[in-house]
T-cell receptor, first 111, second 114 residues
């Protein structure tokens, strides 16, 4: 079966600390992968997407970066977190029949 | 560029009453349209989608939506609300085949009154 895993579920980090969020997909190959951020009281904002290993497209200039070291792995990173990086981060992929499948999300609080 | 407008950030209905969540979109090409539901601290779950074909689409949990091109709308309905329907609902649009990127509305929080 096709599943998507995202971790950690929650994270509290101090300002200026690094960040690494991981997303992996099982049961498929060469998926298109997406990172979204959901800020409190707002909709979902597309941050990055990837159509293959080493291929990253950034939608919004920011303090974050993404990498795709393996076919089914997508990583969201930051060298130094800002307070404004707090939010709910969601990884997603698109099966052939359309309609994103989302991971369970990571709640990041920067303090 | 695509955009989605969800009218009403908060909607309250009584248990057993009709649920109507409004969504209007703009797209330069025939759109693919989606409704997602999000329960607290969880990811988003696909309720239903419209790609092509029949304009009335049925989804999970008794929800349905109708694509009305003339009104650029894709409103979500359910005949009888249940307490378990309390959640946040997001409408989204994509340009479809070859461009899967979704543009989301800001969401509607649905509260069910017992």
């Amino acid at each position: 079966s096709q599943t998507i895993h995202q971790w950690p579920a929650t994270l509290v980090q101090p300002v200026g600390s690094p960040l690494s969020l991981e997303c992996t997909v099982e049961g498929t190959s060469n998926p298109n992968l997406y990172w979204y951020r959901q800020a409190a009281g707002r909709g979902l904002q597309l941050l990055f997407y990837s159509v293959g290993i080493g291929q990253i497209s950034s939608e919004v200039p920011q303090n974050l970066s993404a990498s795709r070291p393996q076919d089914r792995q997508f990583i969201l990173s930051s060298k130094k977190l800002l307070l404004s990086d707090s939010g709910f981060y969601l990884c997603a992929w698109v099966p052939r029949n359309y309609g994103y499948t989302f991971g369970s999300g990571t709640r990041l609080t920067v303090v | 560029a695509q955009s989605v407008t969800q009218l009403g950030s908060h909607v309250s209905v009584s248990e057993g009453a009709l649920v109507l969540l409004r969504c209007n979109y703009s797209s330069s090409v025939p759109p693919y349209l989606f409704w997602y539901v999000q329960y607290p601290n969880q990811g988003l779950q696909l309720l239903l989608k419209y790609t092509t074909g029949a304009t009335l689409v049925k989804g999970i949990n008794g929800f349905e939506a109708e694509f009305k091109k003339s009104e650029t709308s894709f409103h979500l309905t359910k005949p009888s609300a249940h307490m378990s329907d309390a959640a946040e609902y997001f409408c989204a649009v994509s340009e479809g085949f070859g461009n899967e990127k979704l543009t989301f509305g800001t969401g509607t929080r649905l509260t069910i009154i017992p």
